[in-house]
């Protein structure tokens, strides 16, 4: 396996799919070249425009276009390690550090909100996304980018906790549902790996404090108190 460390291509090049470049051509030909205009028939032009106007699928097509593009992008982005070789220090004196979440995402020409986006359509299941995408009125980015923001969004809609008249009970429940959706798809290696000596006590002593905190929860939900 080479040790070379991986570079991003100048996006300004990065190559287009054929049939991509193809349909750009030809949607650039229908903007610049308008038929109807040399039309005599008044009546048969105003009926053309009128189907161009209520003709939705171009719109359906672009979204599930770009939708799969920003669900790619946040897959790929999703195998390089947010911080991998940068802080860990184990990298030898004069070594190329590896390429990093951020940087792979900054030098492919990806905003910081761009890089969000991405990653959190990637947090939806595929089962789930092609669901949404291939239904007669796809979702938008934004919209697709906004149920990615609770790993467990699925769930959101008929949440356990909206009984709880208790505001601070309830957060701390709706706090330990993301914690535990969280522990689910994070391996502990990639926090590890991550973080320096100094911010690994830090963590320690979270830890520390946390699992003190779940043992008593933990007694007290056991106890028929209730």
């Known amino acids: 396996m080479s040790n070379m460390p991986m570079t991003i291509p100048d996006p300004a090049n990065a190559h287009l799919p054929a049939k991509y470049e193809a349909a750009r051509t030809a949607i650039a030909e229908c903007e610049r070249i308008d038929e109807c205009k040399t039309w005599a028939d008044k009546a048969a032009a105003l009926a053309s425009y009128a189907k161009q106007a209520q003709d939705d699928s171009l719109r359906q097509m672009a979204v599930r276009i770009q939708a799969r593009a920003e669900r790619r992008a946040g897959e790929l982005l999703r195998q390089i390690h947010p911080g991998h070789g940068a802080r860990d220090g184990k990298r030898r004196d004069g070594a190329v550090p590896p390429l990093t979440r951020g940087q792979a995402a900054k030098d492919a020409g990806l905003s910081e909100r761009q890089r969000k986006t991405a990653l ?96 008593r929860l933990a007694a007290d939900l056991s106890s028929d108190s209730w």
Not at 139 to 145: D, G, I, Y
Not at 195 to 200: K, N
């Open 120 to 215: 959190r359509i990637a947090n939806i299941p595929i089962s789930e996304f092609e669901r949404q995408i291939e239904s007669e009125r796809p979702p938008t980015v934004t919209n697709l980018a906004a149920q990615g923001v609770t790993p467990n969004y699925s769930a959101v809609s008929r949440s356990p906790w909206q009984a709880i008249e208790s505001e601070e009970t309830r957060a701390a429940c709706e706090t330990l549902e993301r914690f535990a959706r969280f522990c689910e798809r994070c391996a502990t290696t990639s926090i590890s790996r991550a973080v320096g000596a100094v911010e690994a006590e830090a963590v320690k002593g979270c830890i520390a404090i946390g699992s003190q905190w779940l043992d």
